[in-house]
């Protein structure tokens, strides 16, 4: 079991001159509380490592509330400021996924050291890693706040071009094709509106996250680094706010179709049926086996009655003209 | 009298080290201001023993508003700080029973003691007892403010598991068969719906007393507990207005399929009546019993008119389809 | 002039030991910076003394603002904090009557001395007078704050009992029958909606006047006290809101079943119609009078058409159910 | 230039015992550094006298950004607080025109000495420099902070007066006769309601002002006066929310009545069709001129599918009888 | 590639004396450590100078995460309080293209120097250059704070022009003509709002640096100046909320007349058949070819029949009456 979780932990050492990436062998290599003024990044894969979870928060003095935090099955988005260690579990949309999975992330960060524990293997961070060892960007001067904002940034990117997509087959639905008043089109439109609000129920909560992250006056939080990612989730936010009331205006759109078809096939029978049924009324009579119709008699009865329904049909038109429907 | 409180009272004691669950036989062995170290849980079955109650306030010199409070037959939830004692309350949705009938229940809350009150026997807090019996977990090292913290977490666990049931009952309704414009079906939606703010009623005012309870200052109540019950009663509510939004999307599908099928089904009447009424027209006119109509003399005056009539249709089949009636 | 004041107004003197209620003969009697410990509740009706009341502020060194006040006309609810004074006033709505008339109320404060001024004789206060006099409960513990209390929450109190009415009238209205797709159905539905939200402006403006109360803080005004009004108002907003949910739900479903009636009756019609067309069209075609028409000639003629025609209504009986129209 | 200046300004100074009202002749006379502990209005006419402005700005070494501020040509409402003055501006809403036009006013303010500049001549103030004149209430006992207060509140009052003729104009229109559910109607709705919201649109952003007003901190600003014009100002505009939404309910209301009708009209179409569709049908089938067709040489064939037609129409009208359609 | 940079930046220098303004030749003339009292601002046109900037960077010792900013592609609007600078940027809407196409700009702020960065050349503040160039108004009297402030006026200032276009273009689409319930109509309506709503998100997002400036404590910003912007950028979203409200007005009025012309097409169709349908039924019946119809043979039956049918008429005619149909 414990090598199991050694397999499946990582640690990172770096300061701005140094940077080292060994293998875990012990637990006593992880001390939150050691002396060493270098940044240490503790990553695990895995949330079922609960007995080497809470050896370690035991041995490192950590707040004893972790213990039960981290025996819990499912968490929505957290930030908790803990007696000695800031505690941020996040629930991340994969986005790569059809149905919108998620995995369980947590971050347990002292000025010194973020230990990373996530649901599943792999991530996006890589490119962090990179950097750290190569000495890229600015990442080697900063502390672990400065680790954890590029951790959420990383997250964030993702959202942001997962949330591209999205938007794109959004475009397609809506001006590929005019819009159509058909239940089909209708029921997709619900269906992308209800993809959105998915999508956006988990960046609400992240934004939250990070509108807690800059609050925290603890731990040595620098607040612009959150402040950056504040703005950045806003945007997407504002993004998907827009979206939804552009999709609100084709569902208005829709209904005004339908009224207006509506309105049209009615105009059509009943203009039809207006000018015929007196006519048809007409021949109806002087088709009746009366032995005394005297028109029937009349040599011209049959033109004066073709004349006097062509008279009614061109008053039914002047009438239906003056109330201008057609 | 008194006996039946002390049958409907237990008192549990506790510390790091040691753990007792005497019976209570005098009000002498309440006593809010006793210099023990102990943890003490008292709890109380029923809320009728208005007199046990005031003689425990008065003589543990608790702040006598507590007399007019307790006094009282209905409470919404409600925190308040008093002088020397935490008052809340708490009107508990049973969500076992199917109208969602409520319990009552009362926390008063020093650092050392707490004193839980109900309206009727038996509650979901078994398992607190037995992490206190059996010093599972933290509870044993931490004070009264964990031990409320634990109890209205099972109140939340229980709020989500009945979510969960309501929530599912809702796909079922939605997604088991299609969306179908009848009334019926737009009652059960609506009917939903009402269940589903009820319960939000329920949760958003549990949510206003957990969030009265972080910014308490008095008291030594930790902050830190609070805030993750935040987080959670948050998360419900989020999925609950997600539930809400997505009904809205369905009845706005509902109001769409019924324009969509009067739209069908009024140009299947206006096709037909369209094609037909000029026809019948014709007939009628050739069925009049005028002496004198030429056309009819004709040999082939019959087959003539059934050619007009065939060329008359094919026009406005032509006319509707240009139109992209069908 | 001044008998007349003195005739409408009572004074009330106690403390925790004593209590007397002497009747007010000069306007000495009446003296904000008595050195006295006692608490004072002086109570007048009628707003019209607006001499008396000039008198006592200018003799009693209250704010010279006060007397702007006084002399206004209309007031909406106001929480002022003067210089050496607070002021209240609160237009009650008196729910007894049927238009919800309202009685202004006027409630000048300091710690020792409570002076409410109504426009109309007679209140809901009786029973504190009672509780003062017989040394009921804490009231005689308490200063001017806690009477303010009892009065605020005898007119909360008020409210709540009127708001259960109108929402059984409610209730009675949308469950007693089925909901019926009438203009009348729907007018006395927005009828109830306007009731309930006139009831609800009263309620919110009242509210804002406890919330104001709760962040005074001049006066050695008690937090607690206006805390519990808060919850108690609060709890009555969310029950109107719900309603108000309840009814938006009820208008919806309206519309829905007009929708599907009126779906209903032009299915029947296009049924009936599609059917019966055609067939009449045939009669019509062989009730003409063309002096050949083979068809007429044959000996089987009759029944071959009523065959046709059976044959006809068939197919469209079967093209109706296979597109589910009934 | 300087003479139409002098000629457009006055100036009104006062103390508790003292008031005087001379007429302006020198800038000097300008002075807002004087240490004379008088109160002094300078109101002008006419914003068009930069020059003077900037004389009197610099001369008296006002905050230098008044000179941009006041060479600006359009303002909405706005509060500022500058280093040694408070600038207020506001776009006055003139009631008595028919299109609300506006007349922007200018408000300087130190503690003794409040310079208004009004767009056009004429204004609703003269009752107070009737108050100051004649020493009524207790204007002349209060500072520059007092007098801006009761300007306010002038506006304030009109506009409360302009709402209630809005407000009865939309009675009568609503309730005056019967909601009818034409075009015509609904528009005459929605111009009212859109002269409710330009009003509200004034009213909010006066609000506004009168918020940044009690939270003024700087230039000894009473809070309590502003505190006053706040509950005033809330109760117009919570008057205005209750109108919309009753306008709301009727705009619902109109809609639903539309729905009515036209179920009424198709019902009626349909059951008089449904009735006589088959019955023409079947004098269709026996006016047919078939050689053969044995019920015509049936000697009580006319009065046996007499009988038959009745039998028919009885079943119809049983069917929807029982449907509920009449 | 660095003379590019030194082609596209330029410095101007003042102070309420002197005012420079010379080319740059060399990265050392941009020192922000400088003890010089005057005030510099220097431009550059194009973000793409990245080496460049982080010389100057690092050079000049400003916060390293400026670094890490710099180097991003897209920003929405940002305002990062960093440890010795302000970072500000927007995103201009270029409201002179069809699209609303968008200008990044940077702003880098410390009390004496302000370095702005625009996307393209060529900008709005030609007329600030002026006024420095010339000592008009009081900018060679204020700092870095009030140059912002002029440059943000000018981005508003074009908001404010650009939306009465918008405005403008809507006013004459809703009142040119009257309101006609098609799809085009309201299709204009639906796009007239999303440009409009595309507007409102990008002045929201501006207001928002705004009121983040306004807030702003370090860097010795002085609150006044954006005050007055946030007054004046308020203005504009009151007026576009104002216009959205109309708009939805309009939309509402649109399915009113739907609504209603529906009505009025269906009564017409309904009065019509339902006169003629019983008409045309006797006619019919009459018409039978049955041997033995006594009515027939009745010399008077013709003219009987047609004074029934007469009768039958004027008592649908007066029950359409009675029921207000026409
Ligand atoms: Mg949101
Ligand atoms: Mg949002
Ligand atoms: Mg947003
Ligand atoms: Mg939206
Ligand atoms: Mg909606
Ligand atoms: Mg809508
Ligand atoms: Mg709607
Ligand atoms: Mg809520
Ligand atoms: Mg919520
Ligand atoms: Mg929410
Ligand atoms: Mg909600
Ligand atoms: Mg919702
Ligand atoms: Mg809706
Ligand atoms: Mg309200
Ligand atoms: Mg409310
Ligand atoms: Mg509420
Ligand atoms: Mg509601
Ligand atoms: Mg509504
Ligand atoms: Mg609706
Ligand atoms: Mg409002
Ligand atoms: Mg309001
Ligand atoms: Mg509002
Ligand atoms: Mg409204
Ligand atoms: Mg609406
Ligand atoms: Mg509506
Ligand atoms: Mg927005
Ligand atoms: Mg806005
Ligand atoms: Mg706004
Ligand atoms: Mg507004
Ligand atoms: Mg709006
Ligand atoms: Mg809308």
Known sequence: ??????????LIEYSKETHSCDPITSLEQIDF??????????????????????????????????????????HPNKVLELDNVLFVTIKVLKTETINFQTEQMFFILTPHILWSIQEQKGDYFEWIR???????????????????????ESIIDNYEEAYENISSSMETLIQGSD???TPDFTQNIEKEKNTIITFKKAVTSLRDI?????????????????????TQIHNILNTIDFD??????????????????LNEV???????????IPLTFLAGIYGMNFEYIPELKHHNGYFILLGAMIIITLVSVYYFRKKKWF
């Open 266 to 276: 009615m105009k059509t029978l009943t203009i039809f049926s207006v000018i015929f």
């Open 179 to 181: 819009v159509k008043p």
């Open 130 to 152: 990179e950097r750290i060892r190569e000495n890229k960007g600015i990442v080697r001067n900063k502390k672990t706040d400065y680790l954890l904002f590029l951790i959420l």
């Open 33 to 74: 509380n050691s002396d060493s003024k270098k940044i240490k990044w503790l990553n695990t894969y895995g949330t079922h490592h609960k007995n080497e979870f809470k050896s370690i928060i035991t041995q490192s003095l950590l707040d004893d509330f972790l213990l039960k935090l981290i025996s819990e099955e499912k």
């Open 210 to 230: 990070i509108t807690k992250l800059e609050k925290v006056e603890q731990q040595k939080i620098n607040k612009k680094f959150y402040s950056e990612l504040s």
């Open 244 to 261: 939804l009331q552009e999709m609100e205006s084709k569902i208005n759109l829709i209904f005004s179709i339908q009224g207006h078809r």
């Open 1 to 10: 079991m414990k090598k199991d979780f050694f397999n499946s932990t990582s």
